[in-house]
């Protein structure tokens, strides 16, 4: 790190990025569904597709835009520092506002797939570059989930997301009233292309000012960014006591960012994503544990306490400390790890086994009662 001050023009263009991005999502979202439900859409076929994808519009654009101009960095950061804001920060704050009530299902099937994808992510970046090819694989993956959702979540109202939930039935034979919702699309594609070329630009001259490097702001700066419409809406659900919600939307984003737009941004790269082995080493380790440590907080008593979530939090600000730490070769570094190392990390890891154990018990206890129940119907 040099000391050069950062240009105030560069730090301009991230909130104008930010400030862009979110009303942008937004448009993008009521205006798309609208527009599907007047022409004869189901909401739950408009929740799965148009509005799962038009609330990691950002994440999306930010990533293709960054892929387009070679900042690989970038777009992998935004990628997993995304995913990682959504389990520990937005999950955290969403269960501190209100405890969280977690659906079965959630806990036997996304859960779990989540995991699984994000480990799947993390073989592919294990080489240092995600190819085109892999980046179509992952693309392919996720027309497969939205097709198996679409199977399997006909008769699962909670699966209908917030913003469909409140949104007016609009009728084909209502004539020009799609019109609106028309506008509100181009004007939220608008918003969003102009944000993220507007972010990008800005964070990369922010990150070479100050020496840290693409990935160190996408993990950050732009994560956070580009998260704020799933923070504003989890935290909506969790005041209206709609927690599934909240959950579903922390997951349906997690699998949407490591299969859409991690396979979009490896497709549009001119020679695919690079993965710095810093990524490899830390970051996406975080991000699979992050998503493994989902479950065994949703399976202990089906929900996501005040105290869970809060311990979420605190895993979130531990790793943002590290992060800058880190980068800034802090001379403090050395004793966060310790800490980290020796305290907090074992005490965390302690935790999470007890509650994947209760968890456990809880879920056979439930198993037996229903069997029971079932016998006891039959005759």
């Given at each position: 790190m040099d000391g050069a001050a950062v240009n105030p023009a560069s730090l301009g263009l991230v909130a104008i990025g930010i400030a862009c991005l979110v009303p942008g999502a937004s448009l993008l979202v009521s205006g798309a569904s609208g527009l599907a439900l007047a022409f004869g859409l189901s909401p739950l076929v408009v929740g799965l597709t148009v509005v799962a994808i038009?609330?990691?519009?950002?994440?999306?654009?930010?990533?293709?835009?960054?892929?387009?101009?070679?900042?690989?960095?970038?777009?992998?950061?935004?990628?997993v520092g995304s995913n990682i804001c959504n389990v520990l920060l937005i999950l955290g704050l969403s269960a501190l506002v209100s405890p969280i009530a977690v659906a079965r299902r959630v806990t036997r099937q996304e859960i779990p797939l989540m995991i699984a994808v994000s480990f799947a992510a993390a073989m592919l970046c294990r080489d240092g570059l995600v190819d085109r090819g892999e980046g179509m694989l992952l693309l392919a993956g996720y027309a497969a989930f939205t097709w198996y959702q679409l199977r399997q979540g006909g008769n699962d109202a909670t699966s209908v997301p917030l913003d469909v939930k409140r949104l007016p039935e609009v009728r084909p034979e209502t004539g020009a009233a799609w019109v609106p919702d028309l506008l509100r699309v181009v004007a939220g594609l608008a918003l969003l292309g102009f944000g993220a070329r507007s972010m990008v630009e800005g964070a990369s001259d922010v990150a070479r000012t100050l020496g840290l490097s693409d990935l160190v702001i996408g993990l950050t700066v732009i994560a956070i960014g580009t998260s704020l419409?799933?923070?504003a809406a989890s935290l909506a659900a969790a005041r209206r006591g709609e927690g599934d919600i909240a959950v579903g939307n922390v997951v349906g984003s997690n699998i949407a960012n490591l299969?859409?737009?991690?396979?979009?941004?490896?497709?549009?790269?001119?020679?695919?994503?690079?993965?710095?082995?810093?990524?490899?080493?830390?970051?996406?380790?975080?991000?699979?544990?992050?998503a493994m440590a989902c479950l065994p907080v949703a399976l202990d008593g089906q929900s996501i306490s005040?105290?869970?979530?809060?311990?979420?939090?605190?895993?979130?600000?531990?790793?943002?400390?590290?992060?800058?730490?880190?980068?800034?070769?802090?001379?403090?570094?050395?004793?966060f790890v310790d800490a980290m190392v020796f305290f907090a990390l074992p005490l965390s890891a302690v935790?999470?086994?007890?509650?994947?154990?209760?968890?456990?018990?809880?879920e056979k206890d439930r198993a037996e009662a229903d069997a029971k129940a079932k016998r006891l119907a039959r005759r």
């Open positions: 038009g609330t990691s519009a950002p994440e999306l654009a930010v990533t293709a835009r960054s892929a387009f101009a070679g900042e690989g960095g970038l777009a992998v950061g935004n990628v419409p799933e923070i299969l859409l737009i991690l396979g979009v941004g490896a497709v549009l790269a001119p020679s695919g994503l690079p993965v710095a082995p810093e990524a490899r080493q830390l970051d996406l380790p975080v991000m699979l544990v992050t005040r105290w869970e979530g809060g311990l979420f939090v605190a895993w979130y600000v531990a790793y943002l400390v590290y992060l800058v730490l880190s980068a800034l070769a802090h001379p403090l570094f050395g004793r935790t999470l086994a007890v509650l994947l154990a209760r968890g456990l018990r809880q």
